[in-house]
């Protein structure tokens, strides 16, 4: 699957990071590319599946029917 990430994209992401957290979890070792495709990858079926359900509540209020089958299908 291919990454929606940019190198450019991961790097704004981290210097725009610097709010303070009460509990940080610091990492001074860790690649934050990688970890941004690792966590993209992660969160991506997530994302699919709220997509899905989102889709089928709007197509339900045009024809439940056609709603009906798009919930039985994988998103």
């Not at 725009?16 to 860790?30: F, G, H, T, W, Y």
Request: a negative charge; hydrophobic letters at 40%.
């Amino acid at each position: 699957m291919e990454s929606h990430l940019s190198e450019e994209l991961v790097k704004q992401v981290f210097f725009q990071s610097d709010e303070k957290r009460p509990n940080p979890l610091i990492a001074d070792e860790v690649d934050i590319v990688q970890f941004a495709e690792k966590l993209e990858l992660t969160l991506r079926p997530l994302i699919a599946a709220e997509e899905h359900k989102r889709c089928v509540t709007i197509v339900a209020h045009m024809n439940r029917e056609v709603a009906s089958k798009l919930a039985t299908q994988r998103p």
